[in-house]
């Protein structure tokens, strides 16, 4: 096993520095190319699909990844959650975990994503922490911590005594060790008994004095992978995360199943495992901890323990609220100790960790690793893991403001050769996230972590919805993440929110990086400098950026619109200065390509000068309604643009879905030499744009302009705006009527949730309180709730500027 080990980590070593991925080289033109269309395949971005429980099926899983491919993801992780309901009322009582009804599914699951020329992937055990699973025995394989009991006695005769057995189940004993009472503790007090003591009883000739006697052994923490589906919760246990025989026994029964029935799927749809960020809270021992602290540091950790607990300086982590050890306030002595055993600690979990990525890299897998604590200091240290994993992955929540795990990210990846830096993307708890969600939200977290140098989104979260489509929303991960999903309201319109994410993806992966500060992220390949460039204020701004670039001409690549131009720029001898005017939570991409795009357009803010506004509010619109919900369309007249939440016809007060705005309007003058920039004013919650027939663009923040000059004819046009709100008014409109299924406040968070799926849902029966529109188990509002502004509130005008 020692041999074996050796050479797996001679050759993890050796995959720091080879990419992980096969990657040819693009250039400037290719990226252009890509930029203004659609980026490939592998720039896009995943999800976090969540199964939870027994609730898939296969029509759900075709659906999802048919919906996932439509809107432009292109990979899929699955994690098996739990159902949090009462698991004897589920539709698939046979699907559970890794039963063959499970296997199945996940075979179809591949199948499929085949078909689409999608990627799986899969979190390596039950629940999104951390590693292990039932086939952990935790007496053997099981996390540890070291514990001790202590029992005083008066020397000077022969003792015969019990010692009290530590705490903890599957105790072991390590070694019994006496201390006298003195003053100032030293290690000339301290005397090994251990050869004294069997079966739990100490036999000495105690000498003079007082003495402590420590019972000195180690427990299994019973820490279980969490949060998992129903029926495993109770037998997953979290894996000795420094046992090399522990290691092997998680990732063979993690890998075996997988080569066993997937092999023609492993290594091209079938890519990847995933292990999420550490919360299997403390391990301060492993069997041969012993031995292996005695090994790198040449002393016995055992007595040393005992020592700094006689100074008052307990240094052991418990197992079970994590390592949360003040050493400021050890004595120098304690401090000096602490500092090998976390040394010890690290180096062996370092080990294992490289240890099961190997295993994955020879069964065909890549591994994506978001190494560092959450909700709690992992015991080893994150810079160092960032170089194991294949893909080191962070996270980011909808309110960050920098990526967990310090935020180095973009420099760690260019210390170990990593090209892309993955991110378990918009993360949210029931604070933030209440299916109130708009596109909108996601622009400035996003371009946060762009910043950081993050390259590839993984969002959170994807219920896998088995629900037929009478049930709507129907289904998501309980009250935990943005609602991403194809029962979405506005699902169809986030093509344009994933191919923003796909262009700034394919940019982000090109070169190293080089350096970056809170506003410009700087990259470099032999054929291109790029700046990625935010604004992070509240305000928007206009302000001249310097880049360190000398010869070349700078383009800007702007994402959000897929528009590639050239713009005005100064030089001094080591620089270009090119001003930059930013909307609030705007970036943009400043490039400096060896040679000229042919595609890029020539827009210099000196080139058009204002003219006339055309005022589209007067005339009335007409507005047909597409509800989300199983409701059918109508169509209403609006004389003027109003929010729909302040309306007294209820099918629109509590509307939730698409309605399409529609107008004609009339060009009298000549359009020749002049830009049209259509203005929607204010958009609650995003709008798609359609005139004279041909699709202009979605506008999924603010400020809703778009240039128009393109579209527009002389005489008569044809305007349609498509906007889309978010679930909340539907919800509340709910509310206003009795719940027809049994549910509770969870105590965990405070928020109601169904105990279990009625039993209307399980017959397939009619809906007893048929005022209800929606179906969600978990929900947010009651009928005093506040409506969500919606709709096109406007001013709605035509800005027509005229070339020079």
């Not at 100064?570 to 005017?581: E, M, P, S, Y």
């Amino acid at each position: 096993m020692k041999k074996e080990l050796k050479r797996i980590l001679i050759l993890s070593c050796l995959a720091i520095y080879l990419s992980p991925f096969a990657f040819s080289q693009e250039t400037p033109a290719s990226l252009a190319t890509q930029f203004v269309g659609q980026p490939a395949d592998t720039y896009k971005a995943g999800v976090f699909w969540h199964w939870m429980g027994t609730m898939y099926n296969r029509e759900g899983i075709t659906k999802d990844l048919e919906a996932m491919k439509a809107v432009g993801l292109n990979s899929a992780f699955i994690f098996n959650a739990p159902l949090w309901l009462d698991p004897d009322k589920t539709l698939y009582p046979q699907n559970t975990y890794r039963s063959e009804a499970y296997w199945d599914a996940v075979g179809f699951a591949l199948s499929e994503a085949g078909r689409l020329n999608m990627e799986i992937g899969l979190h390596n055990c039950p629940g999104w922490s951390t590693t292990g699973g039932p086939w952990i025995d935790p007496e053997t394989d099981g996390m540890k911590a070291a514990t001790f009991s202590t029992t005083s006695v008066s020397g000077g005769k022969k003792i015969n005594i019990d010692l009290p057995l530590p705490k903890g189940d599957f105790y072991k004993d390590v070694a019994v060790y006496a201390v006298a009472k003195t003053e100032k503790p030293s290690q000339d007090g301290i005397v090994d008994v251990t050869d004294k003591f069997s079966k739990g009883k100490l036999d000495w000739d105690t000498p003079q004095g007082e003495w402590t006697i420590y019972r000195f052994g180690y427990f299994s923490t019973m820490q279980n992978t969490h949060p998992t589906p129903e029926e495993v919760q109770k037998t997953s246990f979290e894996s000795d995360k420094m046992s090399v025989a522990a290691t092997v026994k998680h990732w063979n029964n993690m890998i075996k199943p997988l080569t066993e029935r997937f092999k023609p799927y492993i290594g091209n749809t079938f890519k990847y495992l995933w292990i999420d960020s550490y919360e299997a809270w403390g391990q301060s021992w492993t069997p041969d901890f012993r031995e292996k602290f005695i090994e790198m540091k040449g002393y016995d950790p055992v007595p040393q323990i005992i020592m700094a607990h006689q100074r008052g300086d307990n240094v052991l982590d418990d197992g079970t609220k994590g390592l949360k050890i003040d050493a400021r306030a050890f004595q120098p002595e304690s401090q000096a100790f602490l500092a090998d055993y976390k040394e010890v600690t690290n180096r062996l979990f370092q080990n294992c960790w490289r240890l099961g990525a190997e295993m994955l890299r020879q069964a065909g897998f890549k591994l994506i690793w978001e190494p560092y604590g959450s909700i709690i200091a992992a015991p080893f240290d994150m810079k160092e893991a960032e170089s194991i994993p294949d893909v080191p992955a962070t996270e980011f929540w909808l309110h960050s403001r920098e990526p967990s795990g310090g935020g180095d990210f973009a420099q760690a990846a260019a210390r170990y050769n990593k090209r892309v830096v993955a991110a378990e993307a918009f993360t949210g708890m029931e604070a933030v996230a209440w299916f109130n969600e708009t596109p909108a939200m996601l622009k400035r977290p996003a371009d946060m972590a762009f910043n950081y140098g993050v390259n590839k989104f993984v969002l959170h979260s994807w219920a896998l919805n088995p629900l037929p489509d009478k049930y709507l929303p129907g289904w998501a991960f309980a009250h935990y993440g943005t609602h991403f999903g194809r029962t979405q309201t506005w699902h169809e319109a986030s093509k344009a929110v994933f191919t923003y994410f796909a262009r700034c993806q394919m940019l982000l992966q090109q070169g190293t990086f080089v350096e970056r500060d809170e506003t410009v992220l700087h990259r470099r390949t032999p054929d291109m400098e790029l700046f990625f460039v935010r604004n992070n204020g509240k305000e928007a701004l206009e302000k001249d950026f310097s880049f360190s670039v000398t010869k070349r001409v700078p383009e800007i690549w702007n994402a959000y619109t897929g528009k590639i131009y050239r713009t005005d720029y100064a030089r001094t001898d080591n620089n270009c200065i090119v001003k930059l005017k930013l909307e609030k939570d705007e970036s943009v991409f400043v490039v400096f390509p060896s040679q000229p795009t042919a595609i890029a357009e020539t827009c210099t803010a000196s080139s058009l000068q204002n003219g006339k506004a055309i005022d589209l509010e007067n005339g009335g619109w007409v507005v047909n309604f597409f509800p989300k919900t199983a409701d059918k369309p109508f169509k209403r007249v609006f004389s003027k643009l109003i929010d729909w939440a302040t309306s007294l016809d209820k099918n629109i007060k509590y509307f939730s879905g698409t309605a399409v705005y529609g107008k004609d309007f009339e060009l009298k003058t000549p359009i020749a030499n002049q830009q049209f920039i259509l203005d929607l004013g204010n958009v609650k919650d995003l709008a798609e744009v359609e005139l004279n027939g041909q699709k202009v663009a979605a506008l999924w923040v603010a400020p809703f302009r778009v240039n128009i000059t393109n579209f527009v004819k002389e005489g008569v046009n044809s305007l349609k705006i498509k906007v889309t709100n978010t679930w909340q008014n539907a919800m509340i409109g709910d509310e206003q009527y009795p719940r027809d299924f049994d549910w509770a406040v969870r105590e965990w968070n405070n928020l109601p949730a169904m105990t279990a799926l009625p039993d209307w849902v399980l017959n397939d029966q009619p809906r007893p309180e048929r005022r209800r529109k929606t179906f969600i188990p978990w929900f947010y509002y009651d009928k005093n709730s506040p409506l969500e502004v919606s709709g096109l509130l406007g001013t709605v005008s035509i800005d027509v500027l005229n070339n020079n």
